[in-house]
């Protein structure tokens, strides 16, 4: 549209020179022939005539200077039309690809939301599943092992030492199918919100002396050097939930005890140097002289059922769940959960509870 307006314009354009040459003839003939009438002598005729002639050709090559201007400036415009018409086409076919985008994501999406309604219901029934199964396992499982133990124990009859053998395999192995078991519901309880916390007044050395006396005969049955430090000043009760943190060093010295070979040494320490800071705490500190982790493994440790391959070697069975759902625990408590490890030379696990919960 643009261009052909352009070229029909062009098309009508007059060469002003031409034009003022035809104004400047007409007019000098003119003259001539007024002067030739009024019957200007020669002298007096040309002197008259040279500056009206001078003036009317420098005003046609001003007129043809302005022109020549005015033919730039339009070339000018037009060639800016031009691009300005070829980014407008641009921008509309960018226009258009992005609203083809637009629908394309649009249609994503959907598609996303779908799946994910789709992932939900079965990270649902997953949970629902596990919390089932592992619910009805547990009282059988229960049932087992105290039949086991009344066995050990002769409450049903005597037993000779080979039987009493294999019983305390099949009650050990019931045992560690209740924590595999424990630690599914505990972590369908983590990933469905559902745990719920009794934050009550405890005594922490009371609670981990109790735990710790727990572990004295395993740890007797592997020789080793088991010890427990504790402040020399009393402590202030922490506002915790002695369940779940019984559960915590449980697992803490369980592993310690679990993943280190005869007569190494597995030390507890409870450590009072932080309660006077500003935001006090205890810290607890689990360290053995065991198989120690992997470097490769170490931001592993702490995933959901991630077992490091030489735990797995020297340990079959295990859920991988133990450090997971303790370091849930601990962060719930506003405490934090690390580990320093060296292969081949044991590992230190700390986590710290603090004096107040905000
Ligand atoms: P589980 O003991 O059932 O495998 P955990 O979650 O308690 O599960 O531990 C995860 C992994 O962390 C273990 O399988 C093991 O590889 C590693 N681990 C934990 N504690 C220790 C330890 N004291 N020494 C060496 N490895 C450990």
């Not at 020669?42 to 001003?62: K, S």
Request: aromatic share 10%.
């Amino acid at each position: 549209m643009i261009e052909s307006a352009d070229s029909r314009l062009k098309n009508r354009e007059v060469n002003p020179l031409i034009f003022w040459g035809i104004i400047t003839v007409a007019l000098a003939v003119s003259l001539v022939l007024i002067l030739n009438a009024v019957g200007v002598s020669g002298g007096v005729y040309v002197l008259l005539l040279i500056p009206i002639v001078a003036y009317l050709a420098i005003m046609g090559f001003f007129l043809m200077y302005v022109s020549r201007l005015n033919k730039e400036r339009s070339k000018l415009l037009s060639g800016r039309i031009e691009v300005e018409q070829g980014r407008a086409e641009e921008f509309a076919r960018l226009n258009k690809e992005l609203s083809d985008y637009a629908k394309q994501l649009f249609d994503k999406d959907f598609e996303l939301t779908l799946a994910n309604k789709r992932l939900q219901s079965l990270e649902q029934a997953k949970s629902k599943f596990i919390s089932v199964t592992t619910h009805q396992l547990r009282t059988p499982l229960s049932a087992i092992k105290w039949t086991f133990h009344m066995l050990l124990k002769e409450n049903l009859g005597k037993v000779t030492s080979e039987q009493k053998d294999f019983l305390q395999k099949g009650y050990d192995s019931t045992q560690r199918m209740i924590a595999i078991v424990n630690d599914l519901l505990n972590v369908d309880f983590i990933e469905a919100d559902k745990s719920d916390y009794n934050f009550l007044p405890t005594k922490i050395v009371e609670l981990m002396e109790g735990v710790i006396f727990e572990f004295k005969i395993p740890a007797e049955s592997k020789k080793l050097d088991f010890k427990f430090i504790k402040p020399q000043n009393p402590l202030p009760d922490l506002k915790i939930d002695p369940v779940k943190i019984s559960m915590v060093l449980e697992n803490l010295i369980d592993n310690a005890i679990k993943y280190c070979p005869d007569k190494s040494k597995v030390t507890i320490y409870l450590k009072d140097d932080r309660i006077n800071t500003a935001d006090g705490s205890v810290e607890v500190v689990v360290a053995d002289t065991g198989i120690g982790i992997a470097s490769a493994d170490r931001d592993k440790i702490f995933h959901r059922f991630f077992r490091a391959p030489n735990a797995i070697k020297i340990k079959t069975d295990g859920s991988g769940l133990g450090l997971y759902i303790a370091k849930d625990i601990i962060e719930r408590h506003g405490g934090q959960m690390w580990f320093e490890s060296k292969e081949g030379a044991g590992s230190t696990f700390h986590f710290t509870l603090p004096l107040a919960r905000h």
